[in-house]
């Protein structure tokens, strides 16, 4: 068994399971199926199932394609009713501690604490070789005590709340969003407490963190000190923050990228032949499909953008105005 994080952040997320035949089962689908297709080299003979753990964009943006290509989709009842894709030939559902067969694979479902209507986690075997891996990212904690050996353990580690907390109380985050992640989403601790209470790490080769939330945590020490702690290799994907400029002027916008590999620590730009051309401009439809969004809610959410001081306002030649030079040109 293989398990790969093709995309792991809150922009998007798809993960692939290989087994020992080429056999490959995708964990979710939240990102723009022409960035799908491309993660997987344009391939989807290999492809078994894609199996979703909710309904939230970054998570399920490419459902639709991926029913369309011949794909079955397997979820809970209600994260296919709050996609509103319900009844669909190419949907499976699958329930709490519900177990089910998929080609070489077999897939437990089990509940998770998230803001959404019905998610779940997954502990997939693949049959040929018996390997196990538990999977459970957007989930606050762990309720279940499982007695399988892991050989791969992928669990969310969102956020160290340490840095959190500093963050709050010098006013580097908004305090709603800061409350979702302390609610909605596992903290490092957590991880690593239900790691090392609950998973035996006897066969366990890899752990992979997940969703890890860009400025809330430090992949790099974080990695060292699962590393150190369990004694097993400790992979994290690397992890993409994206800003938006919007002009009002042209109703144009542009999205910066500030990509971090967090092994080598070069900046990279996944979008662009080079790092230098930074900025480009984009409209909002072509910025939703960039970070796997639905082009209205981008639309709807630039004021919110712009309060929370991601939104730069530009003139007609792409300089950056601040509030009197915006003053002035209104007169």
Known sequence: MKFDQLYSSSSGNLYTVTDNNGKRLLIECGV???RLIKALNYNLAGVVGCILTHEHKDHSAAIHEVMKSGIDVYASAGTFEALEVSGRRRNKILGDRTLLGIEGFEVLAF???HDAKEP???IVRERETDEFLL?????SHIRQRFQYLFDIIALECSYDNDILQARVEAGDINETLARRLLTSHMEKTVTANYIQKHCNLQRCRE???LHLSGD????QQTREEFESLFLV???ISRGTDAKVAYSQSKGRCVMKIDTVCHYCGKQINPFEPQASRGKRPMTSKQIALEMGMDRHEVARRLPEMARKGLIMRQDRDGKELNNESRIARNR
């Open 32 to 34: 723009t199926w022409t």
């Open 216 to 219: 809330n945590i430090n992949p």
């Open 207 to 209: 752990i992979h963190l």
């Open 111 to 113: 509940r998770t604490s």
């Open 233 to 235: 290799t400790t992979i």
């Open 120 to 122: 779940l986690g997954f």
């Open 135 to 139: 999977f459970a990212t957007d989930t």
